[in-house]
């Protein structure tokens, strides 16, 4: 069976100016808030990277998302899938949940949540075909 990589991490954040300063800050890291059709979604560059991602093997990227009012969610790590059909049905068929709609994200591809069976919550990503 081929494995599936982690590519990208998510952790929920109330105020992108305030921990996109502490991240920066702390660790260097570089953060670019997204535009409204990315729902203000807040990347995180953590690695030196270029259009194909991170340089150095085994490295990922990753953001903040808008923590949910009244809600405090976990961070989640997100998986990188060849077929995001299949891997829902495989996930279901373990006995995990899917736990959100499929979400397109522009330029970047097809996104799910789930809850695996330790109750973690994960997400899943078949990325679009970059121009090579």
Same mark, same amino acid.
């Given at each position: !069976?081929? !494995? ?6 998510e ?12 991240y ?8 670019q &808030?997204? =535009?409204? @059709?990315? %729902? *203000? ?6 690695? @030196? $990277?270029?259009?194909k *991602?991170p340089?150095k093997? =085994?490295? &990922?990227? *990753? =953001?903040?998302?808008?923590k949910?009012?009244?809600?405090n969610?976990?961070p989640?790590v997100? &998986? ?6 299949e ?7 373990? %006995? =995990?949940k899917?736990? $959100?709609?499929?979400?397109? &994200?522009?330029?970047v ?9 330790? %109750?973690?919550?994960? *997400? !899943?990503?078949?990325?679009? @075909?970059?121009?090579?």
């Amino acid at each position: !069976m081929k !494995m599936n990589p982690v590519v990208h991490f998510e952790m929920p954040a109330e105020d992108n100016e305030r921990v996109s300063k502490f991240y920066e800050n702390v660790f260097g890291w570089q953060m670019q &808030i997204m =535009g409204q @059709e990315y %729902g *203000g979604y807040l990347l995180a560059t953590t690695t @030196e $990277s270029d259009d194909k *991602g991170p340089k150095k093997p =085994g490295a &990922i990227n *990753g =953001g903040f998302f808008k923590k949910p009012e009244g809600e405090n969610p976990p961070p989640h790590v997100v &998986i990188s899938v060849d077929n995001l059909e299949e891997s829902i049905k495989a996930v279901e068929g373990a %006995g =995990g949940k899917i736990t $959100s709609e499929k979400l397109d &994200i522009p330029n970047v591809g097809l996104f799910v949540t789930f809850k695996d069976t330790e %109750g973690n919550n994960v *997400g !899943m990503l078949q990325a679009v @075909e970059m121009p090579k």
